[in-house]
């Protein structure tokens, strides 16, 4: 037809959406990103959906929020994932109008996301960080609150989790009471507080 591929997915994933759907943006009564996002739903989770538009006593999530709805809370994107997509085993759920992918199941992400966080703490330690601490999601690394110090010197290793699924490494960092205790002699600055 002389179409881009993306093209003829595009208009294959909204001709596949439940046709009051279809309706219901034809009529301005849902926008773009609501039938955008409504491509990633099965078509029980379409109907589901539906359910709540059509119940005034519930809120029907529309736009970004209709995203987190689908896939239970959060959408986690593939660009968040340490481990090796292709060893996942786990459904990935590819967005037609954006570049990135979802996972279906956040446990199944979370499962191998963790797993991995632990291999990467396991590396730190044998490479001869004093220490490594994982901070959990909901809880955030405040760089205000620690000194920069060198490996050689104590410093540890952040592993900062955040809700969608994303990780930083914070290398070499101390709390500021413990720097204090090391620049002041009383060494061991490095070590887990008992």
């Known amino acids: 037809f002389g179409l881009p591929e993306l093209m003829i997915k595009r208009v294959l994933a909204l001709g596949n959406l439940l046709p009051r759907i279809r309706d219901l943006y034809r009529h301005e009564k849902i926008d773009a990103a609501t039938v955008r996002h409504l491509t990633l739903a099965s078509k029980g ?3 589901a959906w539906l359910a709540l538009y059509d119940d005034p ?13 689908l896939f239970g809370g959060t959408s986690i994107a593939t660009g968040a994932a340490l481990f090796d997509l292709a060893a996942f085993d786990g459904q990935i759920v590819k967005d037609l109008f954006g570049d990135e ?4 199941d956040a446990d199944q992400f979370w499962a191998a996301q963790s797993a991995e966080i632990e291999r990467r703490k396991a590396a730190y330690l044998e490479d001869g960080w004093s220490a490594v601490e994982i901070v959990p ?8 609150e620690h000194e920069k110090t060198a ?11 955040n809700g ?22 009383g060494g061991d600055a490095g070590k887990q507080p008992a």
């Open 101 to 104: 992918g979802y996972f279906a």
């Open 45 to 47: 989770q379409q109907k």
């Open 57 to 69: 006593d519930n809120y029907t999530p529309t736009g970004h929020q209709l995203k987190a709805w």
């Open 151 to 161: 490996k050689r010197k104590g410093g540890r290793v952040y592993i900062d989790v």
């Open 164 to 185: 969608k699924g994303e990780v930083v490494f914070h290398e070499g960092y101390l709390t500021h009471k413990e720097a204090r205790r090391q620049a002041e002699g």
């Open 137 to 144: 999601v909901g809880v955030y690394f405040q760089t205000w």
